[in-house]
Each structure stands twice: as C-alpha cells, then as structure tokens.
C-alpha cells in the first residue's frame, strides 16, 4: 500500500518542497512508498486544455485518477490544502501559464459562441471547492490529537478578553432565504429526477437532466429571494451606519461557488446604490459584474468611457456608508474586496477571538455587524457572541475539545456549489420532477431570485450514523446531532437518524438530536467545564464547527486530525486549514521568510502510516507512525513549528528539527540500523537542493542543531 502525497498550490506548496523528500526518506524505512499527485490550480487548467499544450506541457488529470482511487480499498491519500480559486484567481493563473509559453485560452469576459461556452465550462470544473467534493468519497472524521490538545492547554494561545458592553451582533434574514424556503422529499424508490423552470408564457426550459436517484435518498429545494434579501441588506447598512458598527458580510463563496458570490455582488450593489442606478448598465455593457469584488470592479474602470467618474462614486459610497470591516488595513482591503476574502468559516471565529472585534478603516479594532444573509446557520454564530458576552473570553488552558462526525459523503449537502444552484433570469416555476413527470419539489420564483437543490444518499446517511455511533463509542464522549426542527431537510434527516440509530448497538452511549442553537449552547456549556462532545452535523456546520471549536480551543484550526473512512474501505487523510496559505507565500516572496506550520501534514502523515501498518500488517510503518507522534509532540513543546509562537523559526528549519527528532526517536526502535542510513549530511543536502535561499544564507544556526549532532548514527 502506497502514500499519495497532493502537490497544491501557495503555502503547503512550498512547504512540500522540503518536507516530501525527508517523508520518502522516513518512509522508506517502512519499504511504504510516498507518491506526489499534483492537483494544483495550474495543473488542474493545464489538465483541461490538453489539444493547445505541446507534450511536454501536457498534464495527466490528477484529479480524475484520485477519483478512481477512492473507490479502491488501497486508497491512502494525504490531501493538502489546495485552493478554491475565484474567477480572478484564474485569470491570474492564466497570465502566469500564459507567460510561461503555455497557451491555455483566456477566461471569456462574456460568452458569445459555443466556443466560449465550453471554455467556461472547462474552466468552470477548476473553480471554486473543485477538489474536495471529488476526493470526499467518505463522510468526515475531525478531532484534535491529543498531543495537540496537551499542548493548547499547557501554552494558551491569546484571546482578545469580551466585554459585556460589547455590540457586536450577528444579521440574518429573518424569511424567504434558503432556510425558510425549504422543501424536501424522500425517494420512495429509485428514480430519474430533473429540474426544470417553467416560465410565465408557459414554456419549460431543462435546467439539469438525469440526476438519479435510489430509494431513501433525500432531496431538497429551496429558493432565496432577491427582493427581501435586497431590503434586509438595505437594512443591515443602514443599522451598521446608525449604530457605529463595523459593517461586514461573511459568505462562503468558495464552496457554494454559485450562490454566494451572486449574495456578494448584491452586497456590494445595496454598498453603493448610487453607482448602480447610475452607471450599472454601462458597467454590465462591459462586462464587469458585483459577484467578483470590488477590486475587479475598480481595476481596469479607466478603460470606461466615465471611468474616473464612476471610481469617484465608488469612493463617495465609501465615504458615505457605515465603515467597513478591513481585512487587510495597510493594504487598503475591504471586506467588499473579493468574494474569497472573507469566508465565513475562518472570518467569525477570528472575530470572536478578537472579542467581537473586526479591524476598521482606522486599523483600529471595533464592534461590528457580522451579516449572515441567510439564517440556515447564523444563529449559531450568535449563540457563541452571547456566550462570550456572558461569560467572557474562552480560556484555552481548560477547554475541553468539541470534535465533529461530519456528513459529506457522496457530494451530500453541498449546497450552492454544485450543478443543482440557479440564479434565474426571469419570473415562473422551478420544478423537479420525477422519470414519471409528477412534480415533486417546486417553487414560485422572481427574476434574480437564487433556486438550489441538493441531493443526500441513504448509503451516505446511513454510514454518517455508523461513524457517530463508533467515534462515540471510541472516545467515550456523547454526540449530539445537530439537526434543525424548522428546516424541511433536516426533519427528514431526523427520521432517517432515528431510524439507523435502532440499528445500531448505542447501548451505554449519550446519542441525542438537538436543534442546532441549542446544541452550541449544550456543546459550549460543556467545554467551558473541560468536558468533551463530538458534533455530528452536515456538510456545512462540519465546515463551520471544524474551524469555530478549533480556532478556540487550539488558536488554530490546521492541527486537526481530519480524516474521511471512505465508504470503498480508503482513506483520505486532509491536511490543516489553508487559509494562511496565500498571505505565507506572500511573505515568504518578499522577505525569504517562510512560515507555513506543517504540523498538519505531519498529524496525516502518522495516522495514514498507521493505516499502512494496520491494512498490510506492517509493524515498521507502525514504529515510523508511534515515533512520528512522539517527535510531533517534541517538536511543539520545544517551540520549533512556525505556529508554536515562534516567530522566527523558518518551515525548513522546522522540518529539519523534525527530521531531527523523529530520527531519534527512532533509536531504540528495531529499525535504528535502517534509520542511521538517513544522515544529517543527507537530510541537509536535501534542504538545500530544494530550498530557495538555503538555511545557510539566513545565518540560521542549523549546523549546530545539538539535537541532532550528538545523537551517534547507527546504534
Ligand atoms: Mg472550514
């Protein structure tokens, strides 16, 4: 059984340039050998295009063979963090192919011929969360190690202390969003469903064919309509205006990569009305849309005939609106920037560890309106906000770990990113219907308006419970299912939850299904005693609730354990959070610096090496996985990961230091005699080879790394 190691982009990149060769070469101890796929951005787009690139440029679609080894029991997959590009991502990463002689087409501003068309398309299938739901053929496991934890509570990461004056408050619509619009129905038998939309005169237009189905399936619909989600942010700009507040919008427009960058571009319309009525057709006309940020908006207006005009009304609706929450103040980065910027999932825990603050214009720290448009999830959010006001920061040094048993398998619950989300241009009927024609789910709706389905497999459900019950019965700690009483979906899914939990042995375990507000309320009464739960959630509070809880217990969520059983006996073995990752890279361009924490990779790394051990009886891999552990616990007790409060430690040098322990922790194991063959001499040269400026350069003091030169190399 091999290791498959993703090759990404920015940070985790970089990270590998020095990290992968020191794994083959531990690995190798093993005889267990580690593979690189690249599913980078470029190399995804270059898989796309490969009739324009000579041989040479041509790229196998690592995507495509991923996808077929998940299905294998062999699977063994160590994912990094890859990019969930935006349209201007894209763009950016065409100029830079482009540059390099490799002529992959330019992104089609509008789309005229069929030709456009299936650029757009092609390109489409590199956008947004294109990796993920491809490799997470499996529901979702997430915990903190307990190495992790031990180390959390020993050294306490800073939280910003929460006053019980504080305004900060979550916005959401309180009607006619996703939430309150759903309907669901449950398939009674396999079956051929399509979507269609039918207009006011009467005629059907197919909006997606052939989705199968099998029986007990779930299936849901819903609508978000532009006209009340136009009022309510009306609204919330106005109140952020009235009471002082920072005004922010937190989306998610990296996984549901349809739907939310359309709420975006409606923030940033209501932001500045005044541009809009004026010059939003002549904007539209050349082909600039809201959905893509305010800085694609502002680039490039010098081309337009009333350019200089329209960056000043621009600039006037700054000056007249609330303030807007920065994310980058010296850079002049708005919340309103990029539809990527700010996502939701890493934007309200950062928030709420910075006692409730947003950074202002100012760059001065302040409270703020955190808008939600849509209410599915929101609530939660609010809960912790009160919670904090009550009874101040989290204190990491005694937080017990909530961890999470997430539905994903199969694409469940991917709302908003898939084939099923539709903005539609006029008014009249959205219908599925089955292979018999009987409309199953339909909605009346407006042009403008958002419509999605989404599709959750009984196999994907039922292995979800399978998963609860055994992590509850693993860890000993109660798990709680946060399902919604008020959503059509997830009454559904209650059932269905009920139905497998009698299939199960659960006897002696604390299973209970909560609504989610009241499950945050349970969950954080409890880790504010020390006492552990495991959240068992859908696809997007996993999203949200695996960053939130660790954000605050661990100050980051990259050290988690995320690993996906996948339902053809595989896994994939999910590394860190990359939301540093560009801002890493950044840095390191500029000064040389580089400070990626690969802890993360290193978490995967020992339990995918276990899985060797445990699926091919191999108790070398099982000693490489147990020494690994042991020096991942040294490495961050000694202060030698980026992340550990170590500001100056470099990620090479990090790796060599793990190199390092690891090396030695290996000493007194069988395979020592193996292990004096990976030399200091050995591993450095390595580091060299790869790394940019080397160690040496930096006047770094590796060569008199005491840990390693005092250690005799064979035993
Ligand atoms: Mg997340």
Not at 411 to 432: C, M, N, P, R
Request: with cysteine; charged share 20%.
């Amino acid at each position: 059984m091999k290791i498959i190691w993703t090759l990404t982009d920015e940070s985790p990149r970089l990270a590998s340039l020095t990290l992968l060769p020191l794994v083959q070469a531990f690995a190798a101890l093993a005889d267990v050998k580690v593979e690189a796929r690249d599913i980078s951005l470029p190399a995804r787009i270059r898989a796309q295009f490969p009739e324009r690139l000579t041989p040479s440029q041509r790229q196998a679609d690592g995507m495509i063979e991923l996808a077929r080894l998940t299905s294998s029991p062999s699977a063994n997959i160590i994912k990094l963090p890859n990019m969930s590009a935006s349209v201007p991502q894209i763009k950016a990463a065409i100029t830079e192919l482009q540059a390099q002689g490799v002529n992959v087409p330019d992104y089609p501003g509008a789309v005229v011929t069929d030709e456009d068309r299936d650029i757009r398309r092609r390109y489409g299938k590199t956008k947004g969360s294109a990796v993920n739901p491809v490799l997470r053929e499996g529901n979702s496991d997430r915990r903190a190690p307990s190495s992790v934890k031990s180390y959390a509570r020993k050294h306490p990461h800073h939280m910003g202390r929460w006053s019980r004056d504080s305004r900060t408050n979550v916005a959401t619509m309180s009607g006619d969003d996703f939430r309150a619009n759903e309907t669901t129905w449950v398939a009674p038998a396999a079956d051929t469903l399509a979507i269609k939309f039918i207009d006011e005169s009467g005629v059907a237009r197919v909006l997606r064919d052939a989705v199968p189905v099998s029986a007990g399936d779930v299936v849901d619909a819903s609508v978000l309509r532009v006209g009340p989600l136009r009022t309510f942010l009306d609204a919330q700009i106005q109140r952020a205006k009235t009471e002082g507040l920072l005004f922010s919008v937190h989306l998610k427009a990296t996984m549901m990569k349809v739907s939310d960058p359309i709420i975006f571009g409606h923030t940033i319309q209501a932001f500045f009305p005044a541009v809009f009525e004026r010059y939003g057709a002549e904007l539209a006309a050349a082909g600039y849309t809201p959905d893509h940020g305010l800085a694609s908006l502002l680039s490039g207006l010098d081309r337009l005939p009333h350019g200089a005009e329209i960056s000043q009304a621009f600039q006037d609706g700054i000056d007249d609106g609330p303030a807007l929450a920065m994310v980058d103040v010296a850079r002049g980065i708005t919340n309103l920037h990029a539809p990527n910027d700010v996502i939701i999932d890493a934007s309200m825990p950062a928030m709420i560890r910075t006692s409730g603050h947003m950074w202002g214009p100012d760059g001065r720290e302040r409270d703020t309106l955190a808008v939600i448009p849509d209410s599915s999830y929101a609530g939660i959010y609010q809960k912790v906000i009160d919670d904090c006001r009550t009874h101040g920061a989290f204190n990491p040094a005694t937080l017990g770990s909530v961890s999470n048993v997430g539905l994903m398998a199969q694409k469940a619950e991917e709302y908003g990113s898939h084939d099923k989300t539709f903005e539609l241009d006029d008014a009249g009927i959205v219908q599925v219907t089955n292979a018999a024609g009987d409309v199953i789910l339909h909605h009346q709706v407006a042009a403008g308006d958002i419509w999605r389905a989404c599709h959750t497999t009984d196999i994907a459900l039922r292995d979800w419970v399978t998963l609860a019950v055994s992590r509850a019965r693993a860890s000993g700690t109660p798990a709680m299912f946060w399902l919604d009483p008020t959503r059509a979906h997830d009454r559904a899914l209650t059932d269905v939850v009920r139905r497998y939990l009698k299939t199960e042995n659960t006897e002696g375990l604390d299973i209970q299904v909560l609504a989610p507000e009241e499950a945050m309320e349970y969950s954080l009464e409890r880790i504010r005693r020390g006492e552990d739960t495991i959240s068992v959630t859908g696809n997007l509070l996993r999203d949200y609730l695996t960053d939130l809880f660790p954000i605050m217990e661990l100050g980051t969520s990259s050290r988690m354990l995320s690993v996906v059983p996948l339902l053809g006996g595989g896994r994939v073995f999910e590394t860190g959070a990359g939301g540093t990752a560009p801002a890493l890279a950044r840095a390191f361009e500029e000064t040389g610096h580089f400070g990626w924490d690969s802890t993360g990779e290193l978490l995967a790394l020992a339990e995918s090496l276990q899985f060797v051990a445990d699926r091919t009886k191999n108790p070398n891999a099982a000693i490489l996985s147990e020494t690994l552990s042991e020096a991942i616990e040294q490495l961050l007790d000694l202060g030698l990961t980026p992340a550990s409060g170590n500001a100056v430690i470099d990620t090479r040098e990090s790796h060599l230091h793990l190199a390092s322990l690891w090396y030695l922790a290996l000493r007194h194991t069988p395979i020592a005699a193996r292990a004096a063959q990976i030399t200091p001499t050995a591993v450095l040269s390595t580091l060299r080879q790869v790394s940019h400026t080397t160690l040496e350069d930096r006047g770094t003091p590796w060569a008199g790394t005491p840990l390693w030169n005092d250690v005799p190399l064979s035993v």
